[in-house]
Structure formats: C-alpha cells, structure tokens
C-alpha cells in the first residue's frame, strides 16, 4: 500500500469508526463527535421536505460532480420535480454537458454572486422539461478571489436563492474542485451534502478534510447542513478494485451510501460532448438506468 492509499484509509477509519453503532438510524460516531455530519439514513429514507437543495461536492477533481448534477437532475426532472441545476464551477461543465452555450445567455452566477443580478434573471430553460440551469462561465474563476473582500461573502449564494427557492422541488448545485470559498458559498446555502466518490485507487483521499469543512460550515453558518448521500460513481465490475472500494466506503460510511451505484459506460462520458444527459442521450442504457434509480432512491417518493 503506498503512502497516498494508506492516508485514505486512515480518513476513512478516522472518519467512519467502523466500530461504531450501525443499527438502523443511527450516526456514524466519532470521539470528538465530528463525523456526525455525516448521517447514517434509515434503511427507508426520511421523507425530506421540499424544496432540497443539495450541494454535489468533493474538492477531489473529475470524480463524476459534475456527470452526477447533470443527469441526477435530468432524472428528478422526469419524475416530475421541478429542478434548478446551480453551476458552480468556473469550468461551465454542467452549464455545456446541458447544451447551454455562454453566447446565449446574458448573466452567468458571476453576475449573480457578484454583480447583484438576480438569480431569476440568469436561469435559462434546458431541452428537458422541468430542468432549468443557472449557467457558469470561467468568468466564475475570478469571483473566488473577488468574494474574499465582500461583504457577507459566505452567503451570497443564500441570499441570492431565497427569493426563488420555493419555485423548484430540487435546486442541485455543482461545487468546483476545491474547498475554496466559491464551496463554502454552496455548503452555506444548502441543506444536505451529496458527495459522489469514484470507484478508484484513493478513493477516500480528501474525504475527511471535505467533512471538517462540511462541519466547519454547520457550526458556524448552516446548523441544518448534513451529508446525506454519497454517491459511488464509475464503478467497473470487471476490477476487483471496485468491488474493494465499493466495500470499504460502505463498511466506513454504512446507509448514507446510496444503493444505486453508478457504472463506468462509455455513453454515460460521450453524452456532454451531445450536450445532453445520458437519460436523453441513450435512455435505455445503463447510465441512464443507474441514474434513474438513483433519482428514484434519492427522492423517496415524495412529492
Ligand atoms: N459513470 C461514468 N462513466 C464514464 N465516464 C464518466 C462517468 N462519470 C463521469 N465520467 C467522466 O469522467 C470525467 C470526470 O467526470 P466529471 O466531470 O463529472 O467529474 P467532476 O468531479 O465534476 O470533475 P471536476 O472536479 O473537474 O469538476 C468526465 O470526462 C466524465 O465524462
Ligand atoms: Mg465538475
């Protein structure tokens, strides 16, 4: 085991305490009691009242934020919710994966977080009925350097959602690749954690630092933040290496590991370059299976 490998496991023992109580509802205990953020559901999930709003976050890059966002977005909006997808990332994936392209729209959430623009006046519509999309532009890169002198910095995304949050079922945002304060802006604003992890060597790595952060957060700006779901994501059943990850977050992290594991499918990689979600894509493939049982377990039925 290398030093990288090892350091994972040790966050995962750290944070996870295998040892700990894992009958039904119960929490992941900790000594210093800070892994309570992550809440181990009951086996039937808690019905949650909408509107949610969950940020999709893991500072660790290209672990499937961004594939998750999109197409467990396009799934809710199928099944009738209305969903808002914030983007977040200066990169705009989740702005193109959804066809969306920066010379057809007038605002970006650059504007809204720093421009005073209202977040209404940035959503734009997408090709999936009941999906809408507030759009990101690498003018975002700018905004994490230009928050640390505003005022009230942390909250701005808060602020700005208020006015329209109870127009969606749903509001996804997609964090960037970093726990800077663009990050801690979508922890601030919402009120449960989905932390997708990929089926892969290091798996772990960065995970407990991304659950301080979360609980940095709770404690001194959103007391209702909690990780509710972590998502296993690219998972390749023809390594024993993602049977061995798939295992290992489950034993560490129990029933806030959604069921509904996604695979690594070549459609599920092509289908932003076709700026559509794989349930659009190719509907009847696996990805686009995987995410519609997903959306299925995340929502539990409610309406
Ligand atoms: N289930 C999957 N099967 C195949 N490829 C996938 C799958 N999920 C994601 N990918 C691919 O892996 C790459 C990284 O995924 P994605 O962009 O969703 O990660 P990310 O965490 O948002 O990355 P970043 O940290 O850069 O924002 C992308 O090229 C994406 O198409
Ligand atoms: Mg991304």
């Known amino acids: 085991m290398n030093d990288?490998?090892?350091?994972?496991?040790?966050?995962?023992?750290?944070?996870?305490?295998?040892?700990?109580?894992?009958?039904?509802?119960?929490?992941?205990s900790e000594p210093t009691g800070r892994a309570q953020v992550v809440r181990k559901q009951p086996t039937e999930q808690p019905v949650r009242t909408l509107p949610r709003v969950i940020a999709v976050a893991n500072q660790k890059g290209g672990v499937g934020k961004t594939t998750t966002t999109v197409n467990l977005g396009a799934a809710l909006a199928d099944l009738g919710y209305r969903v808002l997808i914030v983007d977040l990332d200066p990169q705009g994936n989740a702005t193109t994966g959804l066809g969306i392209e920066a010379r057809n729209f007038d605002f970006s959430m650059y504007d809204v977080l720093l421009h005073d623009v209202a977040l209404e006046d940035c959503v734009e519509p997408?090709?999936?009925?009941?999906?809408?999309?507030?759009p990101a532009t690498i003018d975002l890169a700018g905004a994490e350097i230009e928050l640390v002198s505003a005022f009230s910095r942390e909250l701005?995304?808060?602020?700005?959602?208020?006015?329209?949050?109870?127009?969606?079922?749903?509001?996804?945002?997609?964090?960037?690749?970093?726990?800077?304060?663009?990050?801690?802006?979508?922890?601030?604003?919402?009120?449960?954690?989905?932390?997708?992890?990929?089926?892969?060597?290091?798996?772990?790595?960065?995970?407990?630092?991304?659950?301080?952060?979360?609980?940095?957060?709770?404690?001194?700006?959103?007391?209702?933040?909690?990780?509710?779901?972590?998502?296993?994501?690219?998972?390749?059943?023809?390594?024993?290496?993602?049977?061995?990850?798939?295992?290992?977050?489950?034993?560490?992290?129990?029933?806030?590991?959604?069921?509904?594991?996604?695979?690594?499918?070549v459609r599920i990689s092509e289908s932003p370059s076709f700026g559509e979600p794989i349930t659009i894509h190719s509907p009847s493939s696996r990805g686009a299976i995987?995410?519609?049982e997903l959306a299925k377990e995340v929502s539990g039925g409610q309406a």
Do not use: W
């Open 290 to 292: 995987a995410y519609r």
């Open 126 to 134: 997408t090709n999936i009925k009941n999906l809408f999309l507030a």
């Open 4 to 28: 990288q490998e090892d350091q994972g496991r040790k966050e995962a023992v750290e944070l996870g305490n295998p040892t700990a109580d894992t009958s039904v509802g119960s929490e992941v």
């Open 156 to 265: 701005r995304l808060k602020r700005v959602l208020a006015p329209i949050r109870e127009d969606f079922g749903y509001i996804l945002i997609d964090c960037p690749p970093s726990l800077g304060l663009i990050t801690v802006n979508a922890l601030a604003a919402a009120s449960e954690v989905l932390v997708p992890i990929q089926c892969e060597y290091y798996a772990l790595e960065g995970v407990g630092q991304l659950l301080r952060n979360v609980e940095l957060v709770r404690c001194n700006l959103n007391p209702e933040l909690e990780v509710s779901a972590m998502v296993l994501t690219m998972y390749d059943s023809r390594t024993r290496l993602a049977d061995h990850v798939v295992a290992e977050v489950r034993t560490h992290f129990g029933d806030a590991v959604c069921k509904n594991v996604i695979p690594r499918t």
